[in-house]
């Protein structure tokens, strides 16, 4: 990170660079400033939907319509958000910035001061370091752009994807986008070879993070987690690591960046044994409370007795840049879904493929280098209730067999709802949800049937095309072999 922490010494509450930019996008007598500030506040203060933050800072030089680019202060970076300073309590030691722009990308500090003209620049008496106007022209055009309507987002996913030579409609992309959206973990179900891992991949690598993508294929006795997770050698003291973990840890130091994880046949074993740490942390809704338990404080209090210096934390927080994706074929030779799984995750399914639209390859466009901060401004964090009154319908239906939906169901898609509004049309993602949260449910004898029957009307008198149709096919199987699931 270059001479950041020296940058840091000279003023430890925040530190400014200043100059004197007038660029095409703000004109004026405003000046123009990197302010670094601590983790909690970019953790709790800095996102699109927080379009203004106040600030404990007391500074001499900061004015009313200065321009301000932020720098996290444990790292360097230099977040892809431009504010104003719109009000400044020199009395207080207050500031309050309004957010003007986001950008695609955030620049690392060890790229951002490769573009000044002069490094390192002379200190002022008040902490500011005044830089050249092409300084901060050349950071913001490091930037990848301004951020991208979203549906135009996803139609360079759409055109990426086909220049590779795959096709997926786009009611499939934007639903596995979705998904994503509303709860970074999906089970995608199929036949083999009809592309299921490969959608995961395409997205992460239209999105500029090929180098952020694993695929680790699951084998049969995963009967833990420290397939994953690696496990501590008592005796020496030593952690032995797993590619998974070393993933993982990557992605908490690194969390400008989006990462993305796929669990491919993740059925070959029981998906509970192996997973279940990461199945109870993605409870919780808060980033810092979504804890993976690597080893316990005894065993961290032996290591410091002993003075052996562990270069692996005890716990791993998941962060809210790391996306699973969780690949299933149904067959012999595969392990069932357990409600706790399917009760976590949206389930999508593969069992066709439109041979006849797959495209030749072309040339790739670039990708749009997304940053974690700009991925997020598209998420949409209070759910819509439009649909509340047929989720509880539909569960009275269920609750005839004993199979009733419950909190967490109601909440993910009403969250789903929210997160589709102007990509999917609301009966459509209502429908997808009730297939894809509600059917993989379903699964008895024949006395089932008549719940069956009744929520097959109401489907149909719903509209829900596609629900309707999956259920009937459940319902053929029920007929023919006196018992059905979700499962083909």
């Known amino acids: 990170m270059g001479n950041i922490k020296g940058y840091q010494a000279a003023n430890a509450a925040s530190l400014m660079i200043a100059h004197d930019f007038k660029g095409k996008c703000w004109i004026g007598m405003s000046k123009y400033y990197l302010l670094f500030i601590p983790p909690d506040v970019v953790h709790n203060n800095i996102a699109y939907d927080k379009p203004r933050i106040n600030l404990n800072l007391a500074d001499a030089q900061l004015q009313v319509d200065d321009k301000i680019l932020l720098v996290h202060n444990a790292n360097g970076s230099m977040l892809p958000f431009i504010y104003t300073v719109t009000y400044v309590n020199r009395g207080a030691g207050t500031l309050t910035l309004q957010l003007e722009e986001l950008y695609n990308r955030a620049v690392a500090w060890a790229e951002g001061i490769q573009l000044l003209d002069t490094f390192p620049p002379q200190y002022a008496s008040n902490g500011t370091l005044h830089l050249a106007r092409g300084d901060f022209e050349r950071i913001v055009g490091k930037m990848g752009g301004k951020r991208m309507e979203e549906k135009a987002l996803l139609e360079h996913i759409q055109r990426s994807i086909r220049a590779r030579g795959y096709y997926f409609d786009d009611e499939t992309l934007y639903n596995y986008h979705i998904c994503l959206k509303t709860r970074p973990f999906i089970i995608l179900a ?30 049969p006795n995963w009967n833990d987690d420290r397939y994953l997770l690696g496990h501590l050698n008592a005796l020496t003291g030593e952690y032995f690591t797993e590619p998974a973990v070393e993933f993982i840890m990557e992605a908490n130091e690194d969390e400008d960046n989006l990462y993305f994880f796929c669990l491919d046949e993740m059925n070959l074993a029981h998906v509970e044994y192996y997973f279940s740490q990461f199945l109870s942390a993605m409870e919780e809704e808060q980033e810092k409370d979504r804890k993976i338990l690597l080893y316990g404080k005894r065993m961290q209090r032996q290591l410091a007795e002993t003075s052996k210096t562990q270069t692996v934390p005890a716990q791993l927080l998941l962060p809210n840049n790391l996306f699973f994706t969780g690949t299933i074929n149904v067959d012999e030779t595969t392990q069932s879904i357990s409600d706790k799984v399917i009760d976590r995750a949206n389930t999508l399914e593969f069992f066709s493929v439109d041979l006849d639209k797959i495209p030749q390859p072309t040339m790739l466009p670039d990708p749009v280098p997304l940053s974690t901060y700009t991925w997020q401004s598209y998420r949409v964090r209070v759910p819509d209730t439009s649909y509340r009154t047929r989720i509880i319908e539909i569960s009275k239906i269920l609750n005839k067999a004993d199979l009733g939906l419950g909190y967490r169901v109601l909440h993910e898609i009403e ?56 259920l009937q096919e459940m319902r053929t199987r029920l007929e023919r072999d006196g018992y059905t699931n979700f499962w083909r």
């Open 190 to 219: 199929g036949l083999s070879g009809t592309g299921k891992s490969k959608l995961s991949q395409l997205y992460a690598e239209a999105l500029g993070h090929k180098q952020h993508y694993l695929r680790l294929p699951v084998r």
């Open 415 to 470: 969250m789903y709802l929210a997160n589709s509004k102007e990509l999917l049309d609301p009966l459509v993602a209502f429908d997808l949800q009730v297939k894809q949260r509600i059917l993989p449910r379903i699964r008895g004898p024949e006395v089932i049937s008549s719940m069956m029957k009744e929520l097959h009307e109401f489907l149909r008198q719903n509209k829900l095309i596609r629900s309707q149709q999956r």
